[in-house]
């Protein structure tokens, strides 16, 4: 087992399984797949694990033709081997790629070859995917010179890096490894930028989400307070000079997806999403569009990441469609609708104008989504027995008022699927960013909800009443939570565990 380095902060998950991948007791030649959105560290992770494996990290360049990039390849391949530049002349990309894992075959500790951003490569040399294909089946048969070792392709652009493995594709069946990397877990994100203050930690999340590629782009440094919070934005992520610019970042994460061309639907659409509508025809009338015509563009969004669909937990076909990616509805919701404003070098003015809306819009939604996550995986750090099985958000009805009512957070049983009738349910939890503390009125809305679903014949007997909040709680509130062991109160330093 290879030792993860320092540098790399969290992924102990994604190193074991990189890691099993590399051992696995297979002398055959190996294939595995990594993909993730841009700045989600794939390229820092892999190149970590080629400098332990002490194998050969191989990266396509963007708008580079065949020749320059199999030239390229080739010079690497020298490089590795200890040959001058330019000493190999090997042509086409069947040779290149067999004695690019000739040499991690004789020369490391673990013969790995990783093939980076493989999707430019795909633009100008399709035939790539086949290749290895015959490769990978020639190491099986026997057939001809035996390649070992093991290949790991990645990329950012999603939908390239799905298709290798479906259909008729050549890869389809021939992989042992599909690892998507996901952004970092809101903990791991204040730990990557070293941020005492959980209030200003939140923050800073929900505006640039775990992307760790971040980090190293903003010009500011860390925010400390609230109010420095405030200056930080408006020198990163609303100065068209820097790097996490929100208006070129979102262009340039758009780009990564060659089947995003119109993009003025496509900013339409996702407006629509950062300012709530949830279905095809919530986002049709706010863009004027038949909603038969966002088929297409939302199935793009959601296979790239930016968009989930999600489902009522409790009760079918109540699907919900939400924006997920912090940066695009940060643009969308922040830096579109002030772009005079910025262009006119007056980002102070743009930022302050948007505190309603970022508070509403933006941190409300994503402490919800917190709190939902907190409750999947830290909930018994406070609840010790108490292990959640799968988690949403529902709407339940109240006939006898004509209204319903949405929980934030619903927590099912292990033992209990997402709209099953009778379900047991063992937490109930509402999020709030407001400035307000929580008080007995809000814990009164929860044990209303509770008797309404035990009336609609779901198993409430036990469940958590949780409330979540970023200002705090009332001290009536706080003496009634420590007396009754089925009400829980999680505040910013519990989410964070501060």
Request: glycine fraction near 8%; charge should be neutral.
């Amino acid at each position: 087992m290879l030792d993860k380095p320092a540098r790399v902060l969290d992924r102990d998950r994604e190193w074991r399984t990189l890691n099993q991948f590399l051992a696995a007791d297979d002398p055959h030649l190996r294939i595995g797949l990594l993909s993730g959105r841009r700045r989600h560290g794939k390229s820092f992770l892999l190149r970590a694990l080629t400098e332990r494996a002490g194998g050969l990290y191989l990266t396509a360049v963007r708008e580079e033709g065949r020749v320059s990039a199999s030239r390229r390849a080739t010079d690497a391949v020298a490089a590795y081997a200890g040959l001058p530049d330019a000493s190999l002349e090997i042509g086409d990309w069947e040779r290149i790629l067999a004695t690019a894992l000739d040499q991690v075959a004789e020369r490391a500790a673990v013969p790995l070859l990783v093939i980076d951003e493989l999707p430019y490569l795909l633009e100008h040399s399709p035939e790539i995917p086949g290749i290895l294909q015959k490769l990978y089946d020639d190491s099986r048969s026997g057939v001809g010179r035996p390649v070992r070792g093991r290949i790991i392709l990645c990329g950012s652009a999603m939908s390239v890096m799905h298709e290798l493995l479906s259909g008729t594709q050549p890869l389809r069946g021939r992989a042992a490894m599909d690892m998507r990397l996901a952004a970092f877990g809101y903990r791991a994100a204040r730990r990557l930028w070293a941020i005492e203050d959980p209030a200003v930690a939140l923050r800073v999340h929900a505006t640039l989400g775990g992307a760790p590629g971040y980090r190293q782009l903003v010009a500011t440094g860390t925010p400390d307070t609230e109010s420095g919070f405030d200056t930080w934005v408006i020198d990163n992520l609303l100065s068209p000079d820097i790097g996490v610019f929100t208006r070129t970042e979102t262009e340039y994460l758009l780009r990564e997806d060659p089947r995003i061309t119109r993009r003025t639907l496509y900013y339409d659409v996702l407006t629509a999403l950062a300012r709530g509508a949830s279905s095809p025809s919530k986002i049709g009338g706010l863009i004027g569009r038949e909603r038969t015509a966002l088929s297409h563009p939302l199935d793009v969004l959601e296979s790239s990441g930016y968009v989930v669909r999600e489902e009522d937990i409790l009760r079918g076909r109540h699907t919900s469609i939400k924006l997920v990616d912090p940066v695009i509805r940060f643009n969308q919701l922040v830096t579109v609708p002030r772009a005079d404003l910025i262009d006119r070098g007056r980002a102070d003015q743009a930022w302050h104008t948007s505190s309603a809306t970022f508070r509403s819009k933006i941190l409300g939604p994503h402490f919800e989504e917190l709190a939902r996550q907190w409750t999947g995986t830290h909930l018994s750090e406070v609840l010790p027995g108490l292990e959640p099985g799968a988690i949403g958000t529902t709407v339940v009805p109240d006939p006898a008022a004509r209204t319903s009512h949405e929980v934030d957070v619903v927590a099912l049983d292990l033992d209990s699927r997402p709209r099953q009738p009778g379900a047991r349910i063992r937490l109930l939890g509402e999020a709030k960013a407001t400035i307000e503390r929580r008080g007995p009125h809000d814990l009164g809305r929860l044990e209303h909800i509770r008797t309404l679903l035990s009336a609609q014949g779901y198993d409430t007997e036990g469940a958590v009443l949780a409330l979540f909040s970023l200002a705090g709680f009332h001290e009536d509130l706080m003496r009634a939570a420590a007396e009754r062991p089925d009400v829980l109160l999680v505040g910013l330093a519990t989410l964070y565990r501060s």
